[in-house]
Protein backbone atom coordinates (compact mmCIF):
# COMPACT_ATOMS: atom_id res chain seq x y z
CA UNK A 1 0.00 0.00 0.00
CA UNK A 2 0.98 3.29 -0.72
CA UNK A 3 0.74 4.49 2.81
CA UNK A 4 3.43 2.39 3.69
CA UNK A 5 6.28 3.30 1.64
CA UNK A 6 9.59 4.44 2.80
CA UNK A 7 10.75 7.66 2.02
CA UNK A 8 13.91 8.84 0.88
CA UNK A 9 14.46 12.23 -0.31
CA UNK A 10 17.02 13.42 -2.77
CA UNK A 11 17.42 17.39 -3.76
CA UNK A 12 18.93 17.95 -7.34
CA UNK A 13 20.49 21.56 -7.99
CA UNK A 14 20.28 21.52 -11.14
CA UNK A 15 21.73 25.38 -11.50
CA UNK A 16 22.84 25.86 -14.66
CA UNK A 17 24.21 29.64 -16.20
CA UNK A 18 22.41 30.62 -19.65
CA UNK A 19 25.57 33.03 -19.92
CA UNK A 20 28.45 30.14 -20.10
CA UNK A 21 25.82 27.86 -22.15
CA UNK A 22 25.31 30.73 -24.59
CA UNK A 23 28.84 31.43 -24.77
CA UNK A 24 30.01 27.90 -25.71
CA UNK A 25 27.23 27.60 -28.67
CA UNK A 26 29.19 31.03 -29.38
CA UNK A 27 32.34 29.25 -29.28
CA UNK A 28 31.24 26.31 -31.54
CA UNK A 29 29.88 28.53 -34.78
CA UNK A 30 32.74 31.01 -34.36
CA UNK A 31 35.08 31.10 -36.96
CA UNK A 32 39.54 30.56 -36.69
CA UNK A 33 40.47 33.65 -35.72
CA UNK A 34 42.72 35.61 -37.97
CA UNK A 35 46.91 36.61 -37.18
CA UNK A 36 48.09 34.40 -34.33
CA UNK A 37 45.50 34.42 -31.67
CA UNK A 38 44.33 30.99 -31.65
CA UNK A 39 40.01 30.40 -32.12
CA UNK A 40 40.29 28.86 -28.35
CA UNK A 41 41.48 31.72 -26.92
CA UNK A 42 40.04 32.21 -23.43
CA UNK A 43 37.57 34.67 -22.71
CA UNK A 44 38.39 38.02 -20.91
CA UNK A 45 36.90 37.14 -17.79
CA UNK A 46 35.43 40.80 -17.25
CA UNK A 47 33.29 40.12 -20.16
CA UNK A 48 31.28 37.01 -18.31
CA UNK A 49 28.15 38.20 -16.44
CA UNK A 50 26.31 35.73 -13.83
CA UNK A 51 23.27 34.41 -14.89
CA UNK A 52 20.46 35.81 -12.65
CA UNK A 53 18.61 32.59 -12.18
CA UNK A 54 19.31 28.61 -12.54
CA UNK A 55 16.88 25.40 -12.33
CA UNK A 56 16.51 23.49 -9.39
CA UNK A 57 14.76 19.83 -8.70
CA UNK A 58 13.84 18.68 -5.45
CA UNK A 59 12.38 15.31 -5.62
CA UNK A 60 11.30 12.14 -2.74
CA UNK A 61 11.71 8.78 -3.58
CA UNK A 62 8.93 6.61 -2.44
CA UNK A 63 10.02 2.79 -1.64
CA UNK A 64 7.23 0.12 -1.54
CA UNK A 65 7.52 -2.62 1.22
CA UNK A 66 8.74 -5.99 -0.20
CA UNK A 67 6.53 -8.65 -0.48
CA UNK A 68 7.63 -12.53 0.54
CA UNK A 69 7.95 -14.46 -3.21
CA UNK A 70 7.36 -11.03 -5.64
CA UNK A 71 9.51 -9.32 -7.72
CA UNK A 72 10.19 -5.93 -5.69
CA UNK A 73 8.13 -3.05 -6.98
CA UNK A 74 9.46 0.35 -8.79
CA UNK A 75 10.04 2.90 -6.74
CA UNK A 76 7.54 6.28 -7.38
CA UNK A 77 8.65 9.83 -7.08
CA UNK A 78 7.06 12.97 -5.76
CA UNK A 79 9.21 15.99 -7.38
CA UNK A 80 9.18 19.82 -8.15
CA UNK A 81 11.51 21.73 -11.01
CA UNK A 82 11.81 25.28 -10.65
CA UNK A 83 13.94 28.31 -11.90
CA UNK A 84 15.87 29.80 -8.79
CA UNK A 85 15.76 33.45 -8.55
CA UNK A 86 18.32 35.51 -6.31
CA UNK A 87 16.98 38.63 -4.11
CA UNK A 88 20.82 39.78 -4.55
CA UNK A 89 20.28 42.65 -1.77
CA UNK A 90 16.64 43.28 -3.39
CA UNK A 91 13.49 43.59 -1.04
CA UNK A 92 11.44 40.19 -2.18
CA UNK A 93 8.00 40.27 -0.81
CA UNK A 94 6.35 43.51 -1.91
CA UNK A 95 9.05 44.44 -4.09
CA UNK A 96 10.21 41.88 -6.64
CA UNK A 97 7.18 39.54 -5.71
CA UNK A 98 4.20 41.61 -5.59
CA UNK A 99 1.61 40.92 -3.25
CA UNK A 100 -1.87 39.89 -3.97
CA UNK A 101 -0.68 38.82 -7.75
CA UNK A 102 -0.26 35.37 -8.99
CA UNK A 103 3.46 35.03 -8.94
CA UNK A 104 5.03 31.54 -10.96
CA UNK A 105 6.88 30.38 -7.83
CA UNK A 106 10.03 30.72 -9.29
CA UNK A 107 11.43 32.00 -12.74
CA UNK A 108 11.81 31.71 -16.14
CA UNK A 109 9.40 28.34 -17.29
CA UNK A 110 6.35 27.85 -15.18
CA UNK A 111 7.50 25.24 -11.82
CA UNK A 112 6.57 21.92 -12.65
CA UNK A 113 5.28 19.71 -10.11
CA UNK A 114 4.45 15.56 -10.70
CA UNK A 115 3.90 13.07 -8.09
CA UNK A 116 3.40 9.19 -9.01
CA UNK A 117 1.23 8.36 -6.39
CA UNK A 118 -2.32 10.40 -5.11
CA UNK A 119 -1.61 12.81 -2.56
CA UNK A 120 -3.39 15.10 -0.17
CA UNK A 121 -1.97 18.59 0.05
CA UNK A 122 -3.48 20.70 2.93
CA UNK A 123 -6.15 18.96 3.25
CA UNK A 124 -7.31 18.71 -0.71
CA UNK A 125 -6.63 15.11 -2.54
CA UNK A 126 -4.23 15.65 -5.80
CA UNK A 127 -4.38 13.18 -7.72
CA UNK A 128 -1.55 11.47 -9.14
CA UNK A 129 0.18 13.60 -12.33
CA UNK A 130 1.80 16.46 -13.47
CA UNK A 131 0.83 20.45 -12.84
CA UNK A 132 2.32 23.76 -12.47
CA UNK A 133 2.48 25.71 -8.93
CA UNK A 134 1.59 28.99 -8.45
CA UNK A 135 0.90 30.92 -5.51
CA UNK A 136 -0.52 34.26 -4.35
CA UNK A 137 1.94 36.05 -1.62
CA UNK A 138 -0.17 39.03 0.39
CA UNK A 139 0.60 40.90 3.94
CA UNK A 140 -1.67 38.30 5.83
CA UNK A 141 -0.61 34.66 4.14
CA UNK A 142 0.28 33.15 1.35
CA UNK A 143 -2.03 30.75 -1.09
CA UNK A 144 -0.74 27.92 -3.39
CA UNK A 145 -2.27 27.61 -6.53
CA UNK A 146 -1.98 24.09 -7.86
CA UNK A 147 -3.26 24.36 -11.92
CA UNK A 148 -3.68 21.70 -14.69
CA UNK A 149 -1.67 23.37 -17.26
CA UNK A 150 2.07 22.90 -17.38
CA UNK A 151 5.15 23.31 -19.64
CA UNK A 152 4.28 27.27 -20.49
CA UNK A 153 6.43 29.99 -20.18
CA UNK A 154 5.96 31.05 -15.88
CA UNK A 155 4.25 34.28 -16.43
CA UNK A 156 1.42 32.34 -18.46
CA UNK A 157 -1.38 31.57 -16.05
CA UNK A 158 -4.92 30.42 -16.60
CA UNK A 159 -6.94 30.33 -14.04
CA UNK A 160 -9.80 28.27 -15.42
CA UNK A 161 -7.07 25.49 -15.25
CA UNK A 162 -6.75 26.12 -11.23
CA UNK A 163 -7.18 22.34 -9.77
CA UNK A 164 -7.28 23.59 -6.61
CA UNK A 165 -5.96 26.64 -4.21
CA UNK A 166 -4.39 25.73 -0.69
CA UNK A 167 -3.68 28.21 1.94
CA UNK A 168 -0.31 27.85 3.57
CA UNK A 169 1.40 28.37 6.72
CA UNK A 170 3.27 31.42 6.73
CA UNK A 171 6.47 32.60 9.21
CA UNK A 172 9.37 35.47 9.03
CA UNK A 173 12.66 33.99 9.04
CA UNK A 174 15.42 35.74 10.98
CA UNK A 175 17.79 34.46 8.79
CA UNK A 176 16.67 35.46 5.25
CA UNK A 177 16.84 33.24 2.46
CA UNK A 178 19.16 35.17 -0.50
CA UNK A 179 17.95 32.30 -3.52
CA UNK A 180 14.46 30.74 -3.59
CA UNK A 181 13.66 27.32 -2.05
CA UNK A 182 11.34 25.14 -2.41
CA UNK A 183 11.42 21.64 -0.26
CA UNK A 184 9.32 18.35 -0.19
CA UNK A 185 10.88 17.65 3.73
CA UNK A 186 9.57 13.68 4.74
CA UNK A 187 8.12 13.41 8.69
CA UNK A 188 10.66 11.87 10.47
CA UNK A 189 8.24 9.75 12.27
CA UNK A 190 7.83 7.13 9.21
CA UNK A 191 5.33 5.93 7.17
CA UNK A 192 2.40 6.59 6.72
CA UNK A 193 4.56 8.88 3.86
CA UNK A 194 4.17 12.24 4.98
CA UNK A 195 5.50 15.85 4.98
CA UNK A 196 5.86 19.35 4.10
CA UNK A 197 5.74 21.22 1.14
CA UNK A 198 8.09 24.58 2.26
CA UNK A 199 8.69 27.53 -0.09
CA UNK A 200 11.40 30.04 1.26
CA UNK A 201 12.41 33.61 -0.32
CA UNK A 202 14.05 36.56 1.33
CA UNK A 203 12.22 36.71 4.74
CA UNK A 204 8.84 34.79 4.18
CA UNK A 205 8.58 31.39 4.04
CA UNK A 206 5.24 29.14 3.18
CA UNK A 207 4.52 25.58 3.81
CA UNK A 208 2.30 23.27 4.09
CA UNK A 209 1.56 19.41 4.84
CA UNK A 210 1.27 16.41 2.20
CA UNK A 211 1.01 13.03 2.97
CA UNK A 212 0.50 10.14 0.42
CA UNK A 213 -3.09 9.04 0.05
CA UNK A 214 -6.16 10.36 1.37
Known amino acids: MLARFAVMLLALPLVTSAAV ?3 TADSARRPAAAGNVPATAPADPMTLAAAPSGRVRTEITLNPPRMP ?3 ASAPAKIWID ?6 RGRTVMGTVVPFDTV ?3 GANSSTTFSTDVDLTIGGT ?4 GVY ?3 SIPSRTGWTLAINRQTG ?3 TVYDPSKDFARIPMTTRTLTDPADSFTIALVPAADGPPAHGRLVMAWGTTEGSVDWKVGR
Open 103 to 105: WRT
Open 125 to 128: FVPK
Open 21 to 23: AQS
Open 69 to 71: ARP
Open 82 to 87: YGQPHA
Open 152 to 154: QWG
Open 132 to 134: SLY
